[in-house]
Structures are given as structure tokens and as C-alpha cells.
């Protein structure tokens, strides 16, 4: 499909404000400022856009959530991009950052926002870098600061690197962080857009849905919404990690199946491997096998075969690696990331780990397994954040899915792969 | 609404926690606190909530009309006892060692709404001790991460010296280097700690909590008259904590008045009266101690023209400022409050630690007052300075060395608990009790607090009221006589 998001991908002259120009850049701030805020909000709902973040709000819903009489409105870019298996905003962001600066720019014009954050995550030092001389580019010559391109409306950008955390990522873990403090996500009722960063209503967008606004000003809301289904529409970037041929952002229509995805953009599996099992949209969402994969890339169908469409980063598991080292890799990974808040999650994913330790490494029990279900009972929801939500889901679809790989392992004592 | 079946009237926004706990509806918690902000992060609150897909934490959920709760449910049971297996996993099973056991909100939950048996296969996490300032100590490993103490130190006394550091099951409460917990209230993060996390120096392994009797008073080391709950076992005070209820720190206490009860066991107590003979002073009975009293207040009077001067104590309950200000009357005596002992004073929100270190000078200057007539401190001096005051009957009182000019007047009766400056220029001494060994009343600047009695006084030393009316019989009866 024609590339929209990506159109810049590895142009480095588009790095600088006069080569984004060139290539069109700008001419979706430039007709926003003509519009009213609330025109351009309207515009942002008829597009059908959905947050890229991996819920999948409807971002125009969203930004009606603001109370009508606020005079502090702040919006906050999520680039906190940290999913394991999702790496498109980091592409999005080293290639074309000014996209990312003018969809802010349009997102804070529509919702009365004076002040921005573009909240990133430091472990992208060469984003960081990027984004900062685009930034300062974008102040110099108008595009930020007071009198935005010569209108009345002045917006400031504040680039606000993290230190280094998952839970960052998580919107009100994000807005703790912005204010100086832990990020340790906040209970919700209030959500954000009633009360965030320094308790003023505050929208929360990630990189790609905000880079998406430029072109839907440009190009107008019927066109977005004609890209791919009805429901979920928009070009989309999937991200195609594991043990497929080729691993890398692809720009698609949302709906794309994913064996097409796989197999025809990734070129397959790599050599003598055979497709086990895939997570469609990050780490976080729960595994299909697969004979699950004929399935269209969107939000709905996505949810409709069991998981979710997140982050679209789609990782790909051959038939030669062992799912309760899978499950024991992720594991690890949201016990190193649980914020250590709240009981559940700060203990459970621990001892998920241990167990999931234990069975990989041939020390499991026949009980482990009912353990496990029922240690997944006590964690999910009734945690304060999706975190530990997201841990459980993965690891009880991979349980539930290829029990008999965990069956083995506790029967012969030892992974069956490692001979 | 409707908790459990129980049809509840409530205000419309109220807390869930709040609203159930009043009505007589417990539901379990670890990180709520009436005096803090919610953190919603135990889960133990968790209840079941009508229309509410997920349980909710009752301590975060706002009352609205026609809710209806259960808080007993068997999801409600099963996610407790989740939350309880969770917070046992890396739990050190050193309940026998512990300080807290027997009062500790884990070991009873556990108690109540745990699993009897652990499912745990692997090591526990093993974390350090600390040393976080004088008085506290804190067992990493028992910790459970409700931070009441990091929201205490954030909200009350805006110091913010504890913070979390590290993530996940190895989150830890910590100081910054060299920055150790140092602020006036920092011990009542001891008494909020709802496990055996944060430790009080002062009490560690000092007692088993169940041996511990409990005595609700008030506190006599600053003017504004706390309660506070006294610990004691065998004649011994072991510990001093703000009033509790249910685990619940109802006020904060400073630490000065939870720290400050050393002086009951000090080696120079009095602890017998004693008697000016052959130039020094000499144990004696109260019986000779009394004659001995009375003999020298009603000598001054039968010489005629002679005055007495009674002073008081910012340290001496209302009844007894009652009992020494009528005798005082009826000998047409002249009377004085002595200075109260100053020191820093501290703000804090909704708390002060005042300026004045004693904590009846209002009491006592009230009923001075209202039945008789006090003169000012520098005037009694003056008198005795031109010998108009030849005989003073002082109650002293002071829990630590106080310095202040009494000229010597030619006669001294002192009422006192240690072996003060003063003592040495008396020629009675009467052993008095501390405000852990007598009933009474004081006016602080809180209002009216009452004085419950948790230690006998020391050997022979009695309660002033009883040495008052002693006194006042002894005179009764040499008038009677006469």
C-alpha cells in the first residue's frame, strides 16, 4: 500500500524542517489553524481513529472527555515505547520527527493545550537527540512557542525523557513521572483526561496516533476511514519480530491478515522452522496457536480470536523454541517491571517467574500447573494497573495452550529442546 | 445503600472503608488510613460491588446512592486470601523473634483470612536491616509496601525522608544516604507500620507484647495534653504509643512524650520523705514527715504577721492545684505558679508541639483563679526576697533539672519526685509521683485530658493529693486541739 506514516522512512534530508517541508510536511498544521479546535476535533472522530497506544480507544471519544470549562488542558505524548516486540514509534520518531512534532502540534491546537510533553523513554538517547533538534528547529522558525506559524495560538513542547521503566508507559505511571515522582500508576477513577499531570485534565496519545493527525487534517477524515475496515480503519504499523526471514515495521492497511503479514511481508519462517505460535500485539496479549493466525488485523477481529491487536507487534514462535522458556522470558521480564505498588502484581509476577524458573529448568511439580491457574485467578483484576493483567494473559493462554509442553517438562524432569 | 444485606444510610461520596467500619462491617485493610491520603495498593479492601465487573478496594470507592456491597462474597474471600498468600511469600516467618507478634495486623489477617498452608517452593527474598534514624529501626524483609510511613512523612510532617527504592518484589523503603528519619513526629511511622517493619529502638526485645497492661492517659510533656497509651508490666513502663483502636493511630503522639518516660525510673527518684536534721536531710516516716510539715506551716501563723507562700506546679493535676489552693485559702497564705520549662516549638498540619513544657499550668492557673488569687511568680520572690514571705510550701514536679531563682526563703517544704537543686535547701521533703502513678486532670491546649494511673509510685513516695490531705488533717487537728 501507499506508505503514509513511513512516507520519510530513511530520507535523512526530512530530519531537517526545510526537507520535511519539502516533502509536504506542515500543510495538515497549517489547514488545522484555519479550522476551529472543535472543527478539527470533529474531524479527528469522523476518522474513526483509534489510539495505536494498544487499547484501542477511539482517540476523538477520548478527547471529549476533557470537562468543557478547563482553563489548564495538557497533553502528554507517550513515547514510552517499551512493549517488548513493538519498536514502530522508535521508527517513527528517528525517521520522521517532525510528523510526530506536527500531529502534537494539531492534537494540543484541537484541544486548547498550552503546554505539551513529549514524555520518551531514555533508553532512545538517539531519539532523544532527533526529536530535540527537530523540536528546537520547530521553535526557530515558528512552528512552536508563541504565535504558532503566525496565529494567536501558542503552544510550548516539553521533550521529558523517563528513567527507564516500563510502568512509565502506562498512562497515569507517565503522568507520575512528568511530575517529578515514582512512577507508580494512579488509582483510576479519576483517569487523566479529568485529572493528570499536576491534577489538570490531560490527554495521554501515543507517538503513532498523533503522527496519524497530520494526515487526516490533510487528506480529511473520509479518506482515513476508508483505509481498511470500518471499525478499526487507518494505515497501521505492524511489527514483525521472531523467527520469521524478515523482521521489520511494515506500513499496512489496518485488517491485514496476519499469515499474509508473516508470510509474505516477513517471508516466512526462518529456515526448517515451522510457525508455533504467535502474540499478535506485544507481550502482553495473550498467544495464538497456529491454526489461530488467519486472522485480520484489526482491533475487533483480533479480540473476536481471543487477543488483542496492542501494540501490533507481532511476535513470531517456531516450532523449535520451548513455550515454557516463553513463558518463563516473559515472566521474568513483568516481574523486572512491576512497579512493586500493588500486592498482587508485585508478588505474583515474582512468584510466576520462580515457578515458570522451575519447570523450565526441570525442577516443576506435578501442582505447579494448578498453582500457576490459580496464582493467575489472584492477580487479574484485581490489580490497580493493566500491568499485571498484561502479565497474566500471555502466560495463562501460553499455559493453556501447550499445556502438554509443560506436562512433559515436569514429567521428564527437564526441557525436552535442550538435548 | 446496602453492605452485606444491612441497608446503610451514608452521604453520597463518603468512603466505602469509612462507611462500613462505623457500621460495625469490617472489612480487612493494610494501607488505609483515616489520617492519610488512599493509596488503594493492599487489596485487601477489595469488595464485591453490584454492576462492578472487577472487585473493587473498598477504601478507594465512593458511596453512591443505592450501592450495594458485599464485602464476604466467596470472590471477595478468594482474592483476600490471594492478597494474603502474596504478601506471606517473601515474608520472613520470624514471628517468634519479632516485636510485633501479637499485635501485628499480618499474623492476625493471616489469622483470619489467610491459607493455613504456604504453596511457596522457592527461597524467600532476604533483605537488610536498617537504621533509620535514633529511634527506628526497619526489617526490610517484614515490610509489605503499604507506605503509610512514606505518606505520614510526605503529609504530616512534610519531611519526606523515606522513599521506595528498587522495583517489584525487591521494592524496599528506604532513607537517602546519610539523611536519617529526624523530625519530631518520626516515631508514629512505628506506630502506623501495621507489620513488624519498623521498629522502635527504644522497646526492641524489650517485652513480648501480650505481657504488656494498657493504660489510656494523657501526656505531661508539653502543654497540649495528647493521648497517649501507656504500656506497662511489672511496675515498669515498657513503651508509650498514640491511642489506638483496632490498629487504627487515632492522634499522633511527638517524640518527646513517646521517648520522654525515662525520668520514672531515674536513680535519684525520691523514694521516701525526709526530714532536716543535724544540717542534713534523713529518710523519715510520713508520719514525722506530716508532723514535721504542719508543725512549720502553723509555727508561721501562730508567730502572727508571718506569711506562707504556696507555689504550685505546671506539673500538679487540677484535683491537687484544688486541694493546695483551699488549704492556701484557709490559711490566708499567699500563692504562686511556678515557670513552666520551654522549649522548641513545632507546626505540623493539624499537630503542635508547644513551646511550654509543662502541661497543667492552664488547669491549675484556672482553679487558682476561680477560688482563690495567684500572684505572679517574680512578686511571690520579691516577697520572700523582703523577708514578707518567710515559709514556702513548693510543689516541684519537674521530670528533668529545671533551673529557676526561688530565693531561699527562711522555711521550705518541697513536694518534688527526684533529688532536685531545691531539695538540698528543704526542710521537708515529700516524695511525690509522676503523671504514670496518679489520676487526675489536666488542661492542655486540646482541652480537658484525664491522667489514668498505670504504676504504683515508688517505694515510699505517695500521690500529692494524698500528701494535701494529709497535710490539711494535720493542720485541722492542731486547731482543733488548740
Not at chain 2, 504504676?455 to 492542731?478: M, V, W
Amino acid at each position: 500500500m501507499e506508505q503514509v506514516l513511513l512516507r520519510n522512512r530513511n530520507k535523512p534530508e526530512v530530519l531537517k524542517l526545510e526537507g520535511y517541508i519539502k516533502a509536504g510536511g506542515y500543510d495538515g498544521l497549517k489547514k488545522a489553524l484555519q479550522m476551529t479546535p472543535e472543527e478539527v476535533v470533529e474531524e479527528v472522530k469522523k476518522s474513526g481513529l483509534r489510539g495505536r497506544g494498544g487499547a484501542g480507544f477511539p482517540t476523538g471519544i477520548k478527547w471529549g472527555f476533557v470537562p468543557k470549562d478547563a482553563e489548564t488542558i495538557y497533553l502528554c505524548c507517550n513515547a514510552d515505547e517499551s512493549e517488548p516486540g513493538t519498536f514502530k514509534d522508535r521508527v517513527l520518531m528517528e525517521n520522521d520527527p517532525f510528523q510526530l512534532v506536527e500531529g502534537i502540534t494539531i492534537a494540543s491546537y484541537a484541544l486548547k493545550v498550552r503546554k505539551a510533553f513529549l514524555y520518551i523513554r531514555a533508553e532512545f538517547p538517539r531519539q532523544i537527540r532527533i526529536l530535540n533538534e527537530a523540536i528546537s528547529e520547530a521553535y526557530e522558525a515558528g512552528y512552536l512557542g508563541r504565535g504558532v506559524l503566525g496565529s494567536a495560538y501558542s503552544l510550548d513542547l516539553i521533550l521529558h525523557p523517563g528513567a527507564g521503566a516500563y510502568i512509565c508507559g502506562e498512562e497515569t505511571g507517565l503522568v507520575e513521572s512528568i511530575e517529578g515522582r515514582r512512577g507508580w500508576p494512579r488509582l483510576k477513577p479519576p483517569f487523566p483526561a479529568t485529572k493528570g499531570v499536576f491534577d489538570k485534565p490531560t490527554i495521554v496519545n501515543n507517538v503513532e496516533t498523533l503522527s496519524c493527525l497530520p494526515h487526516i487534517i490533510e487528506r480529511g477524515a473520509e479518506w482515513f476511514a476508508s483505509v481498511g475496515p470500518q471499525r478499526s480503519p487507518g494505515p497501521k504499523l505492524f511489527c514483525l519480530s521472531g523467527e520469521v526471514n524478515n523482521r521489520d515495521v511494515f506500513e499496512l492497511p489496518m485488517g491485514t491478515n496476519l499469515r499474509e503479514i508473516i508470510f509474505d511481508y516477513g517471508d516466512g519462517m526462518m529456515e526448517g522452522k515451522q510457525l508455533k505460535a504467535v502474540f499478535p500485539g506485544g507481550s502482553s496479549t495473550p498467544v495464538l496457536k497456529a491454526e489461530e493466525t488467519d486472522v485480520a488485523m484489526d482491533f475487533d477481529s483480533v479480540k473476536s480470536a481471543g487477543s488483542a491487536l496492542g501494540s501490533a507487534g507481532i511476535i513470531v514462535v517456531s516450532d523449535r523454541t520451548c513455550m515454557v522458556k516463553v513463558a518463563y522470558n516473559l515472566a521474568r521480564f513483568y516481574a523486572d517491571e512491576s512497579c512493586g505498588q500493588c500486592t498482587p502484581c508485585r508478588e505474583g509476577t515474582y512468584w510466576l517467574e520462580q515457578i515458570f524458573y522451575r519447570i523450565e529448568h526441570g525442577e516443576g511439580e506435578p501442582d505447579d500447573i494448578d498453582t500457576l491457574r490459580d496464582i493467575f485467578m489472584n492477580i487479574f483484576g484485581n490489580v490497580i494497573c493493566p500491568l499485571g493483567d498484561g502479565a497474566v494473559m500471555p502466560l495463562q493462554s501460553i499455559l493453556d495452550k501447550f499445556t502438554e509442553e509443560f506436562e512433559e517438562h515436569i514429567r521428564k524432569r527437564r526441557c525436552p529442546m535442550r538435548e | 445503600m446496602n453492605i452485606d444485606g444491612q441497608e446503610i444510610e451514608a452521604r453520597e461520596g463518603e468512603n466505602l472503608l469509612e462507611v462500613a467500619l462505623r457500621h460495625g462491617i469490617y472489612i480487612p485493610h493494610f494501607c488505609y488510613h483515616p489520617m492519610l491520603s488512599v493509596a488503594g495498593s493492599c487489596r485487601m479492601c477489595l469488595v464485591e460491588v453490584e454492576k462492578s465487573p472487577k472487585l473493587v478496594p473498598a477504601c478507594a470507592t465512593p458511596v453512591l446512592q443505592n450501592l450495594v456491597v458485599w464485602t464476604n462474597s466467596e470472590r471477595v474471600k478468594k482474592a483476600r486470601a490471594g492478597v494474603m498468600e502474596f504478601l506471606l511469600l517473601n515474608h520472613p516467618l520470624d514471628c517468634p523473634v519479632c516485636d510485633k507478634a501479637g499485635e501485628c495486623k499480618l499474623q492476625d489477617y493471616c489469622f483470619y483470612y489467610g491459607n493455613p498452608l504456604s504453596r511457596r517452593k522457592h527461597p524467600r527474598i532476604q533483605m537488610a536491616k536498617k537504621d533509620l534514624s535514633p529511634h527506628i529501626i526497619f526489617y526490610s524483609d517484614r515490610c509489605i509496601m503499604c507506605t503509610r510511613c512514606i505518606r505520614f512523612l510526605n503529609e504530616i510532617t512534610k519531611t519526606s525522608e523515606l522513599a521506595v527504592s528498587y522495583r517489584g518484589a525487591f521494592s524496599e523503603i528506604d532513607i537517602c544516604i546519610d539523611h536519617p528519619i529526624e523530625n519530631p513526629l518520626s516515631g508514629n511511622v512505628i506506630d502506623l507500620c501495621p507489620v513488624g517493619a519498623l521498629k522502635s529502638k527504644d522497646f526492641l526485645f524489650k517485652k513480648r507484647v501480650w505481657w504488656l497492661e494498657s493504660v489510656e492517659s494523657v501526656c505531661a510533656r508539653c502543654a497540649r495534653g495528647c493521648p497517649i497509651r501507656v504500656d506497662y508490666a511489672d511496675g515498669r513502663i515498657y513503651r508509650i504509643r498514640s491511642p489506638m483502636k483496632f490498629w487504627e493511630v487515632l492522634s499522633w503522639i511527638c517524640d518527646f512524650g513517646r521517648f520522654g518516660f525515662k525520668f520514672v525510673e531515674d536513680p535519684s527518684r525520691l523514694l521516701s520523705p525526709l526530714v532536716k536534721a543535724d544540717g542534713g536531710l534523713s529518710e523519715r516516716s510520713w508520719d514525722e514527715a506530716i508532723r514535721r510539715t504542719s508543725e512549720i506551716l502553723s509555727s508561721s501563723f501562730e508567730r502572727g504577721g508571718e506569711s506562707v507562700l504556696f507555689a504550685l506546679s505546671p506539673f500538679m493535676t487540677c484535683e491537687e492545684a484544688r486541694e493546695l489552693v483551699l488549704l492556701a485559702k484557709d490559711l490566708d497564705a499567699h500563692l504562686t505558679l511556678l515557670p513552666s520549662p520551654e522549649g522548641e516549638e513545632f507546626e505540623f498540619t493539624d499537630f503542635k508541639i508547644e513551646k511550654e513544657k509543662a502541661p497543667n499550668s492552664r488547669g491549675v492557673i484556672q482553679i487558682a483563679e476561680q477560688l482563690y488569687r495567684l500572684e505572679p511568680f517574680e512578686e511571690a520572690c520579691g516577697r520572700i526576697e523582703a523577708g514578707e514571705i518567710r515559709t514556702a510550701f513548693a510543689v516541684l514536679g519537674y521530670p528533668e533539672p529545671y533551673d529557676f531563682e526561688l530565693p531561699k526563703p527562711e522555711r521550705l517544704i518541697a513536694v518534688d519526685i527526684v533529688r532536685s537543686r531545691l531539695i538540698g535547701e528543704a526542710d521537708v521533703v515529700l516524695a511525690g509521683s509522676t503523671s504514670f502513678e496518679k489520676e487526675g486532670t489536666f488542661i492542655g491546649t486540646l482541652g480537658e485530658g484525664r491522667l489514668v494511673k498505670a504504676l504504683e509510685p515508688p517505694g515510699k513516695a505517695r500521690s500529692e493529693l494524698s500528701i494535701f490531705r494529709q497535710i490539711k488533717e494535720a493542720l485541722l487537728a492542731k486547731v482543733e486541739k488548740r
